[in-house]
């Protein structure tokens, strides 16, 4: 099928590019996409949505149009630099090495669109083994027992340290006060504590025997949510 003439005398002045190789560019840079996608579903996280996903195949896809209509024109690169500037991202990236994702996608579409095949591909199997290999041999965080807080509130007179030391000490393998102070106007004491227990030590346990001690109000057992670094 042929295009009618007087359509295509306004963009006879643009860069000279064949319809048929520019639309199996386009192709060619919308499979590196999914594939950079699927390498980042595959190697990143359980929980990943499907946005960050999508646009890193639509961002491979835009650089290699953005590409083909720069050309070897400076000027025309300046003025596009320009207009796209006035984009504004405002969602944050959860995570600094799906950074890393968004500039490969770019790479992959700019490789494409200016007809390095090669550099694409190679690139973007190197960046997979690459991945496999931080994915397979992660180094893990060494197990440590939970930690948790105990508060317990007694009578004023308690004395909330012993006594919790010698019903309950053999089951922490480690026990820092804190915080200690008076609650209810000064009629009753409470101390906090940052234990770790044994692991074949029930928490259910450790609660129902120090409420079981004599002046003991309330017992609680709060687990700690530590972050990864």
Request: aromatic share 8%.
């Amino acid at each position: 099928m042929t295009i009618p003439e007087f359509f295509l005398t306004p963009f006879n002045n643009g860069p000279q590019v064949d319809p048929w190789e520019m639309l199996v560019r386009l192709i060619v840079s919308l499979a590196f996409g999914f594939a950079i996608s699927l390498v980042y579903r595959w190697t990143r996280r359980d929980d990943v949505g499907h946005s960050f996903p999508a646009t890193l195949v639509l961002l491979c896809v835009l650089i290699a149009m953005v590409t083909q209509v720069i050309g070897d024109n400076v000027a025309r690169a300046f003025s596009l630099v320009g207009a796209l500037s006035i984009v504004r991202f405002r969602t944050v990236v959860r995570d600094t090495q799906d950074t890393a994702y968004v500039i490969l996608s770019v790479i992959v579409g700019m490789a494409v669109g200016a007809k390095s095949l090669w550099v694409a591909l190679f690139g973007l199997c190197l960046v997979a083994l690459a991945e496999l290999f931080l994915k397979l041999y992660k180094a893990k965080p060494p197990s440590v027992e939970p930690e948790y807080i105990l508060k317990v509130r007694g009578d004023f007179d308690c004395e909330l340290e012993k006594m919790i030391h010698d019903s309950v000490g053999e089951s922490f393998t480690s026990c820092a006060v804190v915080s200690v102070g008076t609650v209810k106007q000064g009629a009753l004491i409470e101390a906090s504590y940052k234990v770790r227990l044994h692991g074949s030590d029930s928490p259910t346990k450790i609660v129902k025997t120090i409420k079981q001690l004599p002046g003991i109000e309330s017992v609680q057992l709060l687990e700690r949510c530590l972050e990864n670094d």
